[in-house]
């Protein structure tokens, strides 16, 4: 095989990769788009709103970290609408909530909490206060599981981004690549 049939074999398969690279970017940026509106049009059903300026956590105050409020800063008065957000919200607004409504115990050791107590004094107000700080616990999980679900969908969707970006340099690089090697091609059989 001589070397001008080479260069337009490999410059041929070049034009191709580019091709499917474009494909590839195109359908990385199609899921990034489907994830990120998927996100935000689930979030803003649900009309969560990240405390507003007055009534925002202080640091040291309730169980809330420099950290914690550092997290929420930029959120302040804003409606829950990105995964950002509801990782914010779900690690330091709920989480902090919860420690304290449970006082440093998680759901399932309340819930344990309860059915020992439900099994031995079922009509004490002690248990009946275990069963209302169980259900609290509860929907405080919930909701923070699903917002951080809600935030990996979100971050699936980033890297997808990312993705389709690098598929479309590929595709350039190739691209230019496959015509340096037709010119090439071209130049050999000149000579």
């Given at each position: 095989?001589?070397?001008?049939?080479?260069?337009?074999?490999?410059?041929?398969?070049?034009?191709?990769?580019?091709?499917?690279?474009?494909?590839?970017?195109?359908?990385?940026?199609?899921?990034?788009?489907?994830?990120d509106t998927s996100v935000t049009e689930q979030l803003a059903q649900q009309n969560i709103n990240f405390p507003t300026t007055d009534t925002a956590p202080v640091a040291g105050e309730g169980g809330f970290t420099q950290a914690?409020?550092?997290?929420?800063?930029?959120?302040?008065?804003?409606?829950?609408?990105?995964?950002?957000?509801?990782?914010?919200?779900?690690?330091?607004?709920?989480?902090?909530?919860?420690?304290?409504?449970?006082?440093?115990?998680?759901?399932?050791?309340?819930?344990?909490?309860?059915?020992?107590?439900?099994?031995?004094?079922?009509?004490?107000?002690?248990?009946?206060?275990?069963?209302?700080?169980?259900?609290?616990?509860?929907?405080?999980?919930?909701?923070?599981?699903?917002?951080?679900?809600?935030?990996?969908?979100?971050?699936?969707?980033?890297?997808?981004?990312?993705?389709?970006?690098?598929?479309?340099?590929?595709?350039?690089?190739?691209?230019?690549?496959?015509?340096?090697?037709?010119?090439?091609?071209?130049?050999?059989?000149?000579?």
């Amino acid at each position: 095989m001589n070397r001008k049939t080479l260069d337009k074999m490999v410059s041929y398969l070049g034009l191709a990769l580019a091709g499917l690279l474009v494909v590839a970017g195109y359908l990385a940026y199609t899921g990034y788009s489907f994830a990120d509106t998927s996100v935000t049009e689930q979030l803003a059903q649900q009309n969560i709103n990240f405390p507003t300026t007055d009534t925002a956590p202080v640091a040291g105050e309730g169980g809330f970290t420099q950290a914690d409020i550092d997290a929420l800063a930029p959120f302040i008065g804003t409606s829950l609408t990105t995964g950002d957000g509801a990782k914010a919200y779900a690690d330091h607004y709920i989480a902090v909530h919860m420690a304290g409504i449970g006082g440093g115990k998680t759901y399932s050791e309340i819930s344990g909490a309860y059915m020992a107590a439900l099994a031995s004094d079922p009509t004490a107000p002690e248990t009946a206060a275990l069963g209302q700080q169980r259900m609290t616990m509860f929907m405080g999980d919930t909701l923070r599981g699903l917002l951080l679900e809600g935030y990996a969908f979100w971050s699936i969707g980033q890297i997808a981004l990312i993705a389709s970006y690098a598929c479309y340099v590929g595709a350039v690089v190739m691209f230019l690549l496959a015509l340096f090697g037709f010119r090439h091609a071209k130049a050999v059989e000149t000579a």
